[in-house]
């Protein structure tokens, strides 16, 4: 342990970690997907730090947006007007779909589906809500209720009103089906649940456009527009969970829009300032924002659409379409479906599964292919010298940075990554894989 991280351990908390046992990211300095640590040592980012540096690291232009925002106006009321709080209005009703252009600003990914949260509540006048058992919203006390990620279990109770649906998980599916024949039920679920809880009693559904960190679960093609017409059916608003899919990570603005399905609103994070200052947003459908025209909008903080993050997300977004950073995503992801399914077939006897989307994909780690029993149970750990902790320490050894969640190993790198870069991660991969399975 170095100086610098013995002086953090001593006062600063570690988060989600029993902090004797958190293996923190020395990190101190990074350009594109790779960074370096404290010995000089380069890894490659193939988590985007925690899958929000999408535009890669060491990016100078929002580096100096950051700067010049920070002598020029620093700190201003929630609700004072200057000039990159409405080019960033206007940046974001851009690339949103088209009748969702007024945004609520906040801090985060959690704030933004508590702010969504409430304004479903405040337009429909109903206060159940529907969430997916699979998925994560955030850490406060309304995103941690509609998570279903055993994350939220600490908290618990949760706010009363969240209703659970079964999740779109083609690989285990929940009702013992297999696609196409299954007619989606997944999808048909959200019906019985609506029906079961009270149509007009249920203000939103929400769903990650693509379920992040409980295993890139890509949703069949039919899936996003069922639950559109089921939502539409009762009245219910339809809200993307953006936070961790926006700003290019699927190849798209926006997963959802893979499906040309449009949300009622959808929540954003992450991405939307590529982890260079915190931000996060609610787009809202323009007829329902009206309701706030003369009606009060509940909702609010002291640090609401802060000079210094709203100047990062109008650089963000503004890098990312100069480099077209969305279509390199789109682009790369081909080549990540590629090496996932290589990864897939050349280790048939640990790879149950590979899926991705865009530059977002996931190897599902398995005990024996036939049963599919999975490498590491649902919320466990990595006991020293178990497969799964040996994997992890040979992917550390190749300067990976990369997430191995359960029995879940992620890929997700910045945008700017290049072929030859996302090629030799995989190759890294591969020997890991090698190392403790072949
Ligand atoms: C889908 C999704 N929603 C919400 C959040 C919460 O975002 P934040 O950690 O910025 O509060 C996350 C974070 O991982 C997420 O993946």
Same mark, same amino acid.
Request: glycine residues 10%; negative net charge; proline residues 6%.
């Given at each position: 342990m170095n100086d610098i991280e013995a002086r953090q351990r001593k006062h600063i908390l570690f988060t989600w970690s029993a902090q004797n046992a958190a293996a923190p990211v020395r990190i101190r300095r990074g350009e594109g997907i790779w960074f370096e640590d404290f010995d000089g040592r380069r890894w490659m980012d193939f988590e985007s730090q925690v899958f929000n540096c999408n535009a890669g690291h060491g990016q100078k232009a929002i580096g100096e947006a950051i700067a010049a925002q920070a002598m020029e106006l620093a700190c201003a009321h929630p609700n004072a007007v200057f000039e990159a709080k409405a080019a960033l209005g206007e940046r974001l009703a851009a690339v949103t779909p088209p009748g969702l252009d007024r945004f609520f600003l906040c801090l985060s990914g959690a704030e933004a589906n508590e702010n969504a949260l409430k304004i479903a509540r405040a337009v429909t006048g109903r206060s159940k809500v529907v969430a997916r058992r699979r998925s994560y919203h955030g850490a406060s006390m309304g995103a941690s209720s509609l998570t279903g990620d055993p994350r939220r279990w600490p908290a618990e109770p949760d706010l009363w009103g969240v209703q659970r649906i079964e999740d779109p998980y083609c690989y285990r599916c929940p009702f013992g089906? !297999?696609?196409? &024949?299954?007619?989606?039920?997944?999808?048909?679920?959200?019906?019985?649940?609506?029906?079961?809880?009270?149509? +007009?009693r249920i203000a939103a559904v929400f769903l990650e456009g693509v379920t992040g960190? =409980?295993?890139?679960?890509?949703?069949p093609p039919? $899936?996003?527009?069922?639950?559109?017409?089921?939502?539409?059916?009762?009245?219910?608003?339809?809200?993307?969970?953006?936070?961790? !899919?926006?700003?290019?990570? !699927?190849?798209?603005? /926006?997963?959802?829009?893979?499906?040309?399905?449009?949300?009622?609103?959808?929540?954003?994070?992450?991405?939307?300032?590529?982890? $260079?200052?915190?931000?996060? *947003?609610?787009?809202?459908?323009?007829?329902?924002? #009206?309701? %706030? +025209?003369?009606?009060?909008?509940?909702?609010?903080?002291?640090?609401?659409?802060?000079?210094?993050?709203?100047?990062?997300?109008?650089?963000?977004?503004?890098? $990312?379409?100069?480099?077209?950073?969305?279509? =390199?995503? #789109?682009?790369?992801?081909?080549?990540?479906? &590629?090496?996932?399914?290589?990864?897939?077939?050349?280790?048939?006897?640990?790879?149950?599964?590979?899926?991705?989307?865009?530059? /977002?994909?996931?190897?599902?780690?398995?005990?024996?292919?036939?049963?599919?029993?999975?490498?590491?149970?649902?919320?466990?750990?990595?006991?020293?010298?178990?497969?799964? #902790?040996?994997?992890? *320490? #040979?992917?550390?050894?190749?300067?990976?940075?990369?997430?191995?969640?359960? =029995? $879940?190993?992620?890929?997700?790198?910045?945008?700017?990554?290049?072929? +030859?870069?996302? =090629?030799?991660?995989?190759?890294?991969?591969?020997?890991?894989? !090698?190392?403790? %399975?072949?």
């Open positions: 089906q !297999t696609h196409p &024949a299954c007619g989606v039920r997944c999808a048909e679920h959200l019906e019985h649940v609506i029906q079961m809880e009270g149509p +007009d960190a =409980n295993g890139a679960l890509v949703p039919e $899936y996003w527009p069922r639950m559109r017409e089921i939502c539409d059916r009762f009245g219910i608003l339809l809200v993307a969970d953006e936070v961790f !899919t926006g700003f290019g990570r !699927t190849g798209r603005w /926006f997963a959802h829009q893979h499906w040309g399905v449009v949300p009622d609103l959808i929540t954003m994070g992450k991405g939307i300032t590529s982890g $260079y200052a915190p931000l996060g *947003a609610v787009a809202i459908r323009h007829d329902l924002a #009206a309701k %706030f +025209d003369e009606k009060v909008l509940s909702c609010g903080l002291t640090h609401y659409a802060h000079p210094i993050s709203v100047a990062a997300a109008v650089a963000t977004i503004d890098l $990312y379409h100069r480099t077209d950073m969305v279509g =390199n995503a #789109a682009r790369m992801g081909e080549v990540l479906k &590629a090496g996932l399914k290589h990864l897939a077939a050349k280790h048939p006897g640990v790879v149950g599964d590979a899926r991705s989307l865009g530059l /977002f994909g996931a190897l599902e780690l398995v005990r024996d292919p036939a049963t599919r029993e999975p490498l590491v149970p649902y919320n466990g750990g990595f006991p020293a010298g178990s497969p799964a #902790a040996r994997l992890k *320490a #040979a992917l550390s050894a190749r300067g990976l940075h990369i997430l191995l969640r359960w =029995n $879940y190993l992620f890929v997700a790198p910045p945008l700017c990554i290049t072929e +030859d870069e996302l =090629n030799l991660g995989l190759a890294r991969v591969d020997e890991a894989l !090698t190392e403790v %399975f072949a």
